[in-house]
C-alpha cells in the first residue's frame, strides 16, 4: 500500500496525483452519460465535508445511507463522512421497516440519506422510534433536506481548517463502516471494519486482478451496501478506471452494451439468470441454427480449464460465443464471482465462451476477500475459491470450520461483546464455513458450519453443495433441503416461472396449479434424478414439493443478498413438510 494512502478518503486524492481523470463518474441522465472529474469529485467531497460539520456532525457519529441505484451522491457522501471522523452505516434498499427500525437505533445513526420518495417514506414512518434527527435525500423533489440545500450549505460555509485537522487525526485504524450483515438465523450484527482493513483488500486486489492499465470502463450495479461492491468500487478508484453506474437491473444488458465494462464482479444467481435466458432463446430457435446452438453449448460444457482449443472451439466461437460476449458489451475480459457457491458447469461454459470466471470467497467479516482464483497459470482450481489472499492467514480446525486472521479481519461487533467472543478467539475470526485446504494450496468449502443437519441413520447432509448441484435445472429458481432427524434429505422448491411458462408453450401443456402439476413435476423430477447420480446415495433428494409462490427478499424468504432464511422458510411450508414426509 503507498505511504500516502491510508485512510479510504485518502482514495480520491491518491487518484487525482496519479490517474486524474475527466470521466471518474458517470450517471444517465435524460439519455446521456454526465460525467464528474476526478478534480469535482475531490472539490464536492470537500463542500459535503463543510456541510456536515455546520450541520453538527462530531467525530465518531454515525450516519446511514441507503439508495436503490448506486449513484454518485453515495460516493461524494462515503468520502466527506469518513474525513471529518464519523462512520458510514451502509443500508439496503430492500429492507424491511423492521430492519430499518433496528439498525437505525442500535447504530445510533444522527442522520440518515436515502436515494428516492420511497425509501424517504419508509424510513420516515419509523424516525420517531430512532435515534434519526433528519433524513436527507439525494433526490431534491422529495423534501426540503436534501442534497441540492447541503452543497449550497457546503459552498457557504467555510470549515476548511477544521477539515484538515479531522482527517489529520484520523488513524488508518480507525473505525470507517458499520456494515450490517443480512441475518439469516437472526437479527443483523453490525460488522465493525478499520479504514486499513478495507484499504488492505482494495489495494492488494491489484496483483490479484488483471487490469493494469487505467481509464478503464466499469459498470457499479451490485448493491453497494454490500461490502463486495464496495471493496471493487473503491478498487476502480485506486486503480484510475471510469465508474459508470447502471440504470436499473432492468436496463443492465443495455448498459453492459453501452458501456463496455473490461471486467465485472457478479453473483451466482445474476448469472444463473442470463444463463437461463442464453439458453431459452437457444430453445426458441429451430432447425440446424438450435442445433448448432446447443452442440456448442455441450461443447463448453465438455470443455475443462486450459484445455487447447481446437477447430470445433473457433467455429462455436464465430457462431454462437461471440454473440454471449456481445451481451456485456464485447470487450469483458473476465468475471469474478462472490457472494455464493457458483456451478461448476457455468465456470467452464463460459470459461470456454471466452468469458473467465474467477470464483472468490469473502465475507463481510473479513473486508470482502479471503481466498481468488487467478489469471495466473495455475491460478484457477475447479471447486476451490483459490489461494488465500496476502496479509491473511489461514487455518482450520479440528471441525473443519475455516478461521482466519490478519489485515483485513473486523474489528468485532458493534455493541454485541457476546457475539464478537464468539466469532474471535486467539485472534482468529471463526467463519462458520467448513472447508479445506488442499495440498497445491487451493481453499474448498463444502458448507456452511450451521446449516449442516444430521439423517436419522446418521448421515452428515451439507445441503449448500446438494442445493447447487440442483439448480443446473433451468426449472428450478431456488430449492432448500430438508431433512434433519428424518430418515432421507428431501426438498422445497420454486421453479424458474419465466422458464416454466416457456416450456409450457413448447409442449403445448396448460398448468392450473404450479404445486400440483403431475406433468410439470415428472419433469423435474427427471432433472432430479439426473443430477443425483452426482451425489452420494444418502445425499440424493429423494422427494420434493414446489412452492405456491415465489421466494423474494421482500416478502421474508431471502436475505438482501439472497441468501435462503431457512427458518423462515420451513415455518412458511409446514404444510408441505408435512407431506413430505407423512406420505
Request: aromatic share 10%.
Amino acid at each position: 500500500m503507498p505511504q500516502n494512502l491510508t485512510r479510504l478518503f485518502d482514495l480520491a486524492t491518491y487518484q487525482l496525483k496519479h490517474t486524474p481523470q475527466e470521466k471518474a463518474f458517470n450517471t444517465k441522465v435524460g439519455g446521456k452519460w454526465l460525467s464528474l472529474s476526478t478534480q469535482d469529485y475531490c472539490n464536492q467531497i470537500d463542500i459535503i465535508s463543510n456541510a456536515l460539520i455546520e450541520l453538527g456532525v462530531k467525530v465518531g457519529d454515525k450516519i446511514a445511507i441507503v439508495t436503490e441505484i448506486n449513484c454518485v451522491e453515495w460516493h461524494i457522501l462515503d468520502m466527506a463522512i469518513l474525513q471529518v471522523g464519523a462512520i458510514n452505516v451502509p443500508l439496503y434498499a430492500t429492507l424491511s421497516t423492521n430492519d430499518y427500525e433496528f439498525i437505525l437505533n442500535h447504530s445510533d445513526s444522527k442522520f440518515c440519506f436515502v436515494s428516492n420518495k420511497d425509501l424517504y417514506e419508509r424510513v420516515q414512518s419509523v424516525k420517531k422510534n430512532t435515534t434519526v434527527a433528519t433524513i436527507f435525500s439525494f433526490d431534491n423533489t422529495v423534501c426540503k433536506d436534501n442534497w441540492q440545500g447541503l452543497m449550497t450549505l457546503g459552498r457557504l460555509s467555510d470549515n476548511h481548517k477544521e477539515i484538515e485537522e479531522r482527517k489529520a487525526s484520523v488513524s488508518p485504524k480507525d473505525l470507517a463502516t458499520i456494515a450490517y450483515t443480512s441475518g439469516t438465523t437472526g437479527v443483523p450484527k453490525g460488522v465493525m471494519i478499520a479504514h486499513e482493513e478495507l484499504l488492505h483488500t482494495a489495494t492488494t486486489c491489484k496483483d490479484l486482478i488483471n487490469l493494469h492499465e487505467p481509464y478503464l470502463p466499469m459498470l457499479s450495479y451490485l448493491p453497494i451496501s454490500h461490502v463486495f461492491e464496495r471493496l471493487v468500487t473503491y478498487y476502480y478508484q485506486y486503480m484510475g478506471m471510469e465508474i459508470y453506474f447502471a440504470e436499473s437491473l432492468e436496463k443492465l444488458v443495455d448498459n453492459f452494451q453501452e458501456v463496455k465494462p473490461a471486467f465485472l464482479p457478479i453473483v451466482p444467481r445474476l448469472l444463473e439468470k442470463i444463463f437461463d435466458k442464453i439458453i431459452a432463446k437457444g430453445n426458441a430457435l429451430t432447425g440446424v441454427k438450435k442445433s448448432l446452438f446447443f452442440w456448442a453449448v455441450r461443447l463448453a460444457e465438455n470443455t475443462e480449464i486450459g484445455q487447447k482449443r481446437g477447430l470445433q472451439h473457433k467455429i462455436a466461437d464465430k457462431l454462437i460465443y461471440s454473440k454471449w460476449r456481445a451481451i456485456f458489451g464485447g470487450d469483458l475480459r473476465f468475471f469474478i464471482s462472490g457472494s455464493a457457491p457458483l456451478q461448476e458447469r457455468l465456470i467452464k461454459v463460459f470459461t470456454a465462451a471466452g468469458l473467465p470466471i474467477y470464483e472468490g470467497y469473502g465475507m463481510t467479516e473479513t473486508s470482502g476477500v479471503i481466498s481468488l482464483n487467478s489469471y495466473k497459470k495455475g491460478g484457477v482450481k475447479m471447486g476451490a475459491v483459490g489461494k488465500i489472499m496476502p496479509g491473511l492467514e489461514l487455518k482450520i480446525a479440528e471441525d473443519g470450520e475455516i478461521l482466519v486472521k490478519g489485515k483485513n479481519i473486523l474489528k468485532g461487533y458493534y455493541k454485541n461483546e457476546e457475539k464478537t467472543y464468539e466469532a474471535i478467539k486467539n485472534g482468529f475470526f471463526h467463519t462458520g464455513d467448513i472447508g479445506e485446504i488442499c495440498k497445491d494450496g487451493f481453499l474448498k468449502i463444502t458448507d456452511r458450519k450451521k446449516e449442516m443437519f444430521k439423517t436419522s441413520g446418521g448421515k452428515y447432509i451439507a445441503p449448500a453443495i446438494i442445493e447447487n448441484v440442483m439448480k443446473q435445472s433451468s426449472f428450478i429458481e431456488q430449492i432448500m433441503v430438508i431433512g434433519e432427524g428424518y430418515k432421507m434429505p428431501t426438498a422445497l422448491l420454486q421453479v424458474n416461472y419465466e422458464f416454466v411458462n416457456d416450456w409450457a408453450k413448447r409442449e403445448n401443456h396448460k398448468i392450473t396449479d404450479i404445486s400440483n402439476d403431475k406433468v410439470l413435476i415428472a419433469r423435474i423430477q427427471e432433472d432430479i434424478d439426473l443430477y443425483n447420480q452426482n451425489l452420494g446415495k444418502w445425499e440424493r433428494i429423494k422427494k420434493f414439493e414446489i412452492t405456491p409462490d415465489e421466494w423474494t427478499i421482500e416478502a421474508g424468504h431471502l436475505t438482501p443478498t439472497m441468501k435462503l432464511k431457512r427458518k423462515v422458510i420451513k415455518e412458511r411450508y409446514q404444510d408441505l413438510f408435512a407431506k413430505i414426509y407423512s406420505s
